[in-house]
Nanobody, 126 residues
Framework: QVKLVESGGDSVQAGGSLTLSCVAS????????MGWFRQAPGKEREGVAV???????NYADLAEGRFTISEDNAKDMLYLQMNNLKPEDTAMYYC????????????????????WGQGTQVTVSS
């Protein structure tokens, strides 16, 4: 049973930066995809950034140029560096994982991920 625990969410001013972290336990799969998704009140969950075990990444347009996803396999950690945050980035951010090797074009779709963390709140004020 994979357990994902996120941390790093906070309240920041617009233009600020945050780094989210996700620690995975019970992870036994070398082939995988992991990623960050977010959900704002009244909106659907959306993909932010994802990374595969073979090094492919995929970013949503909202994240391109501002966010960077990375992972440390030795520590079973996933990170999301977020710069130049905007009020519209306010949401609950979730870490997700799957042991399926996904095609790049579907990696941002939440329906392919079967393990989810509880989320960490990011609030950006103007």
């Amino acid at each position: 049973q994979v357990k994902l625990v996120e941390s790093g969410g906070d309240s920041v001013q617009a233009g600020g930066s945050l780094t989210l972290s996700c620690v995975a336990s019970g992870w036994e799969y070398s082939t995988h995809c992991m990623g960050w998704f977010r959900q704002a009140p009244g909106k659907e969950r959306e993909g932010v950034a994802v990374i595969s075990s073979d090094g492919r990444t995929n970013y949503a347009d909202l994240a391109e140029g501002r966010f960077t996803i990375s992972e440390d396999n030795a520590k079973d950690m996933l990170y999301l560096q977020m710069n130049n945050l905007k009020p519209e980035d306010t949401a609950m951010y979730y870490c997700a994982a799957t042991d399926n090797g996904l095609q790049t074009y579907i990696m941002l779709e939440a329906r392919w991920y079967d393990s989810w963390g509880q989320g960490t709140q990011v609030t950006v004020s103007s």
